[in-house]
């Protein structure tokens, strides 16, 4: 029988806590190539938008998310009016991931796939869990007609 390692057992856990909000691949990010193609293109959106935002350097969805500061960079690329995101700092992870969740479950409708507590007890997220909540984030963006996609 196949083992079931841990990660594979918390993403089974997010997926039934939140009722399969996350599964499968963002909508539209779908291309030959399959789920590798897919995380590495949310990899490059993602730092389309983030570009040019002061302590944010996404290049990849653990150690660039540790702060809370690329969440809110990338909600604040679309919401600049919810917030002054000069006056965030690196090291206030728990406000910042507060307030970066807060903003994408009000503005946008995201589920809250992550908990603050859970990102701030170690210095490095989990990457699974960073990708799904990006990926659902990205999908409700999409839903609410602020992130344009290709129709293939």
């Known amino acids: 029988r196949p083992r079931v390692g841990s990660r594979a057992q918390r993403?089974?856990?997010i997926l039934e806590k939140f009722g399969g909000a996350a599964k499968g691949p963002a909508p539209h990010?779908?291309?030959?190539?399959?789920?590798?193609?897919v995380k590495t293109m949310l990899l490059e959106w993602c730092r389309a938008r983030t570009r040019g935002y002061p302590h944010v350097d996404v290049q990849n969805f653990s150690g660039s998310w540790g702060s809370g500061?690329?969440?809110?960079?990338?909600?604040?690329?679309?919401?600049?009016?919810?917030?002054d995101?000069?006056?965030l700092e690196p090291s206030a992870r728990r406000d910042n991931f507060a307030l970066?969740?807060?903003?994408?479950?009000?503005r946008v409708g995201c589920a809250p796939l992550l908990e603050v507590e859970d990102m701030v007890r170690?210095?490095?997220?989990d990457a699974k869990?960073?990708?799904?909540y990006v990926q659902e984030l990205y999908r409700c963006l999409v839903a609410?007609?602020?992130?344009?996609?290709?129709k293939t």
Not at 29 to 37: K, M, N, P, Y
Not at 101 to 106: P, Y
Not at 122 to 125: A, R
Not at 129 to 132: F, G, L, N, P, S
């Open 100 to 106: 970066a969740f807060t903003t994408a479950e009000e």
């Open 129 to 132: 869990c960073v990708y799904t």
């Open 29 to 37: 990010l779908q291309r030959s190539g399959g789920a590798a193609t």
């Open 69 to 83: 500061l690329a969440f809110c960079a990338l909600l604040h690329s679309f919401f600049p009016d919810a917030f």
């Open 85 to 87: 995101f000069a006056a």
């Open 144 to 150: 609410k007609g602020l992130v344009k996609t290709k």
């Open 11 to 13: 993403r089974s856990a």
């Open 122 to 125: 170690l210095p490095v997220p």
